[in-house]
């Protein structure tokens, strides 16, 4: 397998656009993004070498992140997660839990200086304040969507960016609405839904990247139910 480099965006960003609706600029995923965008700066960690998971002590036990290789990373957010990491074994609930922690702003922010996307100010009812994200220039999400249109429907095989990304959007019960500004329109079908479902259970990458994938789809499939629990509680 050739070795994985960063490109000129991360894979957090690159997620970042696919969740967020072109027109509306609202984002899939909302009660879980911050997992999920943890969980794509995680995987390129594991994609670059840099971090790892301890083997199982026991049938019980959870595995925890470890840090691999040494040196400056390419990217301060990819650097403050890796500094996450090292401060001590982790297991992946806690690692997504504090990498994620106010992930889905910063990433935003960052779009909004590459001039990808715009900040827009409004409020739900008049009164609860939210911050959306138009698109302004797509071309960089267009090429992302051909690629990932590609692999989904015309059967190439995933790279290690587009097999993160889907694997990512289907984990996290987010590829339906990401698929929505396709163009020309990916109608959403059983074959699309299983090939999301074949590359999320797939062997694209190294087996850290495959084992960083399981484990942050299940602290996403864990986050989800306590928020449909909390949600459930106060309702």
Partial sequence: MT??????????EDLMLLLLHDEKGNVAGETVVNYILGGALLVELSLLGRVDQEEKKSMFSNRRILT?????????LL???FDVIAEKPRSGMSVLEKVGRGLPKKVAARLVERGMVREEKTK???VFPRT???AVNDSHEKEVRREIRAVLADGAEPGPRSGALIALLSGSDTLKPALKDMDPPLPWSSEIRKRGKAIQDGEWGA???????????AVIAA????????GAASS
């Fill in 3 to 12: 070795e994985y480099t960063s490109g000129d965006t991360l894979l957090v």
């Fill in 124 to 126: 739900i009812l008049g």
């Fill in 68 to 76: 691999a290789g040494d040196g400056p990373l390419p990217d301060p």
């Fill in 207 to 217: 087996k850290v990247v495959k084992d960083a994938v399981v484990t942050i789809i």
């Fill in 132 to 134: 959306l994200h138009p």
């Fill in 223 to 230: 986050g989800a139910s306590a928020g449909a629990a909390g």
């Fill in 79 to 81: 650097q403050e997660a």
